[in-house]
T-cell receptor
Framework: SQQGEEDPQALSIQEGENATMNCSYK?????LQWYRQNSGRGLVHLIL?????REKHSGRLRVTLDTSKKSSSLLITASRAADTASYFC??????????FGDGTTLTVKP | DTEVTQTPKHLVMGMTNKKSLKCEQH?????MYWYKQKAKKPPELMFV???????INESVPSRFSPECPNSSLLNLHLHALQPEDSALYLC?????????????FGQGTRLTVV
């Protein structure tokens, strides 16, 4: 993508393992958000991290943000089959709009 | 009520048809959004309404016409679409347009243009 990307594009793990997804962007940002999308459905907001924060936790989710490297990571610990979905990062600018990364498709095998 | 409701869920239309997609939220959010999502791609922003006024139009072709009749409703009027416009159309809302507010998404309308 011209504006950023996520890697890996696809990730397959066993239930109970941890999953890490990375997001890189190219502009100055105000915040970065992570969303989950189950097959062909709407997106669900997971977590928001502001540009002056470095790490944030929510349940089994841990997000880091490195503005010097223009990158963020999402860690899902102790994964479950129900975590199978596509995960998108979206970075927001002061212009008031968010741009989505290309997404990572996570498959958690029972 | 933390839902964004989109209707219809599925829509098949011909290239000469006129149809409308509807989106409704009752969370008191003052920003509403239309996104287009092709298969295996991220959502792409089309329009943003803030306080019922069009705030952002991402150079979307005029065959897509948004409308915000009131603070709870957002419509997308479709006319003379092309087969390549087939996609999942997502509506979202947030408390304000400013970056850093959580967006709530509807389940989308799966549009097929034949």
């Amino acid at each position: 993508s011209q504006q950023g990307e996520e890697d890996p594009q696809a990730l397959s793990i066993q239930e109970g393992e941890n999953a890490t997804m990375n997001c890189s962007y190219k502009t100055s940002i105000n915040n970065l958000q992570w969303y989950r999308q189950n097959s062909g459905r709407g997106l669900v907001h997971l977590i928001l991290i502001r540009s002056n924060e470095r790490e944030k936790h929510s349940g089994r989710l841990r997000v880091t943000l490195d503005t010097s490297k223009k990158s963020s990571s999402l860690l899902i610990t102790a994964s479950r089959a129900a975590d199978t979905a596509s995960y998108f990062c979206a970075w927001g600018t002061n212009a008031g709009k968010s741009t989505f990364g290309d997404g990572t498709t996570l498959t958690v095998k029972p | 009520d933390t839902e964004v409701t989109q209707t219809p869920k599925h829509l098949v239309m011909g290239m000469t048809n006129k149809k409308s997609l509807k989106c409704e939220q009752h969370m008191g959010h003052r920003a509403m959004y239309w996104y287009k999502q092709k298969a295996k791609k991220p959502p792409e922003l089309m329009f943003v309404y803030s306080y019922e006024k069009l705030s952002i139009n991402e150079s979307v072709p005029s065959r897509f016409s948004p409308e915000c009749p009131n603070s709870s409703l957002l419509n997308l009027h479709l006319h003379a679409l092309q087969p390549e416009d087939s996609a999942l159309y997502l509506c979202a809302s947030s408390r304000e347009q400013e970056a850093g507010t959580e967006a709530f998404f509807g389940q989308g309308t799966r549009l097929t243009v034949v």
